[in-house]
């Protein structure tokens, strides 16, 4: 039974850095509160600038930012879709909504990320069986570790088959010195609340295409033409961010870099905390690899820990008030998606199995991750 006289610890908690609270005052001084107005612009134009990228459209999700995406690719009913098995259904969902196929491409073992050797296998195979090429890839840098990107883009190319990048859990990521969200034909970012910054709700897509960003804002504000009345010659959506929700973006991009610093040394603290212990162990950072480490992940081998579990982990802390979770439960095994094509591996059903994500705030009080450690320290018999 949980013990509800302890404050929660959440997973994951917005974290606001102070001048949120400026910018949207300035948008309720001067009846900015529409979902148009300058701080959308701005924000548009600071996370362009941050992420390397020449054009930005702010949106009300990452999920919306994915569709869209999809609809500037061409994505339509029939299509096959490729996508990392080994995310949220938010990557994938999109493609459903589409009428098109999602075709699932299991992870690696060194980032967990999309495999590229599997890709293009997976590739070549489509290509056979239905005498087209899929009309996308999406990939993700899970937790905020890069994948291998030039690896997979290097397969993108050499089908000529446009990479979305999702980077909902990375901003702040770098791969060789470059910040991810810049390296897709489009790339999305998310800043639902309990990202590494949050606009309440949100998301974003990037690209180097100011035509099709261009579009992207056109439909995502329900499409509506350039008319005096309300005309409309496509089918649009109510996608955009509104401007207070911008504000608030503005001011958690301002502390974005220190967050990723305090993430980090969430991290770091675990593996200090719990370094010997037999059959933990935590994602490496390859070089040249900067995660943001927006969730701290471990995995808890059974077979080396006296058969402590990351069951018995998460519900030893769940007892004490404490929120952790298991690591995505890949998309192949998804009852919504049986029967979609898989190429896989085994690497994310074994990384799910054993697999958890502890609680990873950048507000986590040396009290909280006292209180946390005392239970990962009892469970594993390190008192």
């Given at each position: 039974?949980?013990?509800?006289?302890?404050?929660?610890?959440?997973?994951?908690?917005?974290?606001?850095?102070?001048?949120?609270?400026?910018?949207?005052?300035?948008?309720?001084?001067?009846?900015w509160?529409?979902?148009?107005?300058?701080?959308?612009?701005?924000?548009?134009?600071?996370?362009?600038?941050?992420t390397?990228?020449?054009?930005?459209?702010?949106?009300?999700s990452g999920?919306?930012?994915?569709?869209?995406?999809?609809?500037?690719?061409?994505?339509?009913?029939g299509?096959?879709?490729?996508?990392?098995?080994?995310?949220?259904?938010?990557?994938?969902?999109?493609?459903?909504?589409?009428?098109?196929t999602?075709?699932?491409v299991?992870?690696?073992?060194?980032?967990?990320n999309?495999?590229?050797?599997?890709?293009?296998?997976?590739?070549?195979?489509?290509?056979?069986?239905?005498?087209?090429?899929?009309?996308?890839?999406?990939?993700?840098?899970?937790?905020?570790?890069?994948?291998?990107?030039d690896k997979?883009?290097e397969?993108?190319?050499?089908?000529?088959?446009?990479?979305?990048?999702?980077?909902?859990?990375?901003?702040?990521?770098?791969?060789?010195?470059?910040?991810?969200?810049?390296?897709?034909?489009?790339?999305?970012?998310?800043?639902?609340?309990?990202?590494?910054?949050?606009?309440?709700?949100?998301?974003?897509?990037?690209?180097?295409?100011?035509?099709g960003?261009?579009?992207?804002?056109?439909?995502?504000?329900?499409?509506?033409?350039?008319?005096?009345?309300?005309?409309?010659?496509?089918?649009?959506?109510?996608?955009?961010?509104?401007?207070?929700?911008?504000?608030?973006?503005?001011g958690?991009?301002?502390?974005?870099?220190?967050?990723?610093?305090?993430?980090?040394?969430?991290?770091?603290?675990?593996?200090?905390?719990?370094?010997?212990?037999?059959?933990?162990?935590?994602p490496?950072?390859p070089?040249?690899?900067?995660?943001?480490?927006?969730?701290?992940?471990?995995?808890?081998?059974?077979?080396?820990?006296?058969?402590?579990t990351?069951?018995?982990?998460?519900?030893?802390?769940?007892?004490?008030?404490?929120?952790?979770r298991?690591l995505?439960?890949?998309m192949?095994?998804?009852?919504?998606f049986?029967?979609?094509?898989?190429?896989?591996?085994?690497?994310?059903?074994?990384?799910?199995n054993?697999?958890?994500?502890?609680?990873?705030?950048s507000?986590?009080?040396?009290?909280?991750?006292?209180?946390?450690?005392e239970?990962?320290h009892?469970?594993?018999?390190?008192?």
């Amino acid at each position: 039974m949980t013990n509800m006289t302890k404050p929660k610890i959440w997973l994951s908690s917005p974290h606001m850095g102070g001048d949120e609270i400026k910018y949207v005052q300035e948008a309720f001084d001067t009846n900015w509160v529409a979902p148009v107005g300058p701080h959308i612009t701005a924000f548009e134009n600071e996370l362009a600038a941050y992420t390397g990228m020449k054009y930005c459209a702010a949106l009300s999700s990452g999920t919306a930012a994915i569709h869209l995406a999809l609809m500037l690719l061409g994505v339509e009913r029939g299509d096959e879709v490729l996508c990392s098995t080994f995310t949220f259904s938010g990557t994938c969902n999109p493609i459903v909504y589409l009428g098109a196929t999602p075709v699932f491409v299991d992870s690696e073992s060194l980032t967990w990320n999309m495999d590229p050797v599997l890709l293009d296998e997976a590739i070549g195979e489509r290509i056979r069986k239905t005498g087209k090429k899929p009309k996308a890839i999406i990939t993700v840098h899970l937790y905020g570790m890069p994948a291998q990107i030039d690896k997979i883009l290097e397969v993108s190319r050499k089908y000529e088959i446009p990479l979305v990048e999702d980077a909902a859990e990375a901003l702040g990521s770098e791969w060789q010195g470059r910040k991810l969200g810049s390296f897709g034909d489009l790339s999305i970012l998310s800043f639902n609340g309990n990202k590494i910054i949050t606009t309440s709700g949100g998301g974003a897509l990037l690209s180097n295409n100011e035509a099709g960003i261009a579009k992207a804002r056109f439909l995502a504000t329900q499409a509506r033409d350039p008319a005096p009345h309300y005309e409309h010659t496509h089918i649009g959506y109510n996608y955009r961010l509104s401007n207070v929700c911008a504000g608030i973006g503005r001011g958690q991009l301002q502390v974005l870099d220190q967050r990723v610093q305090q993430r980090r040394a969430v991290f770091d603290e675990y593996v200090h905390q719990l370094a010997k212990v037999p059959g933990v162990s935590f994602p490496a950072e390859p070089a040249g690899f900067f995660s943001n480490r927006w969730l701290t992940t471990v995995l808890v081998d059974p077979e080396k820990t006296d058969r402590i579990t990351r069951e018995s982990i998460r519900i030893a802390l769940e007892q004490e008030n404490i929120e952790s979770r298991p690591l995505w439960k890949p998309m192949h095994l998804q009852p919504v998606f049986k029967g979609c094509p898989a190429y896989v591996n085994g690497v994310s059903e074994d990384l799910f199995n054993i697999g958890l994500c502890l609680p990873s705030g950048s507000n986590l009080s040396p009290m909280d991750m006292q209180r946390i450690v005392e239970v990962l320290h009892r469970v594993c018999g390190q008192n």
